[in-house]
T-cell receptor, first 114, second 111 residues
Framework: NAGVMQNPRHLVRRRGQEARLRCSPM?????VYWYRQLPEEGLKFMVY????????ESGMPKERFSAEFPKEGPSILRIQQVVRGDSAAYFC????????????FGDGTRLSIL | KQEVTQIPAALSVPEGENLVLNCSFT??????LQWFRQDPGKGLTSLLL?????REQTSGRLNASLDKSSGRSTLYIAASQPGDSATYLC??????????FGAGTILRVKS
């Protein structure tokens, strides 16, 4: 069973460009979560999605960030007009159901902004 | 607002020692608690999940306990090995399914 797949593993962007991070959940999992780990800080929740629905985006910055989980294909975290402060490791997790089910994590995408 | 604290922040022990990592949380209204391991530059590996109705879970040399009423969990590692060196993260799941993480304990096991 393939785990949670994230790509790319490393992404370099210049200030003002767009970054697109992809996450394919584990087979049979319909719940996807995005977390961000800033340098020297802990992991922080960003957004929780089910197929075609955003359930909770309380951790997402109000501007420039968006996320989707379409009916077909991976979940996408999109950052527009990136700034240096967006440099971080972005992790995706998935679960079969919400709440009491364990979340399984991908290896993350390390985003560097020049 | 839920806050998760892990003590100690870092720990260095000789190989073979038994050790305990501590985690505390401020709001006892949780669904479950998960312990993870993170290696440098890698993702998170789930070690143990304890449901809110459970008191402990065991996997190999690992044992995790949960005292929900006092807002505490411990991860016990028996007979530590150099391969156990990593950052250990505690996280609680509260209503809404999101994980709230502690800052982690950096463990180094010396051979």
């Amino acid at each position: 069973n393939a785990g949670v797949m994230q790509n790319p593993r490393h992404l370099v962007r210049r200030r003002g460009q767009e970054a697109r991070l992809r996450c394919s959940p584990m087979k049979g999992h319909s719940h996807v979560y995005w977390y961000r780990q800033l340098p020297e800080e802990g992991l922080k929740f960003m957004v929780y999605l089910q197929k075609e629905n955003i359930i909770d985006e309380s951790g997402m910055p109000k501007e420039r960030f968006s996320a989707e989980f379409p009916k077909e294909g991976p979940s996408i975290l999109r950052i527009q007009q990136v700034v240096r402060g967006d440099s971080a490791a972005y992790f995706c997790a998935s679960s079969r159901e919400g709440g009491r089910q364990p979340q399984h994590f991908g290896d993350g995408t390390r985003l560097s902004i020049l | 607002k839920q806050e998760v604290t892990q003590i100690p922040a870092a720990l260095s022990v000789p190989e073979g020692e038994n050790l305990v990592l501590n985690c505390s949380f401020t709001d006892s209204a949780i669904y479950n608690l998960q312990w993870f391991r993170q290696d440098p530059g890698k993702g998170l590996t789930s070690l143990l999940l304890i449901q809110s109705s459970q008191r402990e879970q065991t996997s190999g040399r690992l044992n995790a306990s949960l005292d929900k009423s006092s807002g505490r969990s411990t991860l016990y590692i028996a007979a530590s090995q150099p391969g156990d060196s990593a950052t250990y993260l505690c996280a609680v799941v509260e209503y809404g399914n999101k994980l709230v993480f502690g800052a982690g304990t950096i463990l180094r096991v010396k051979s």
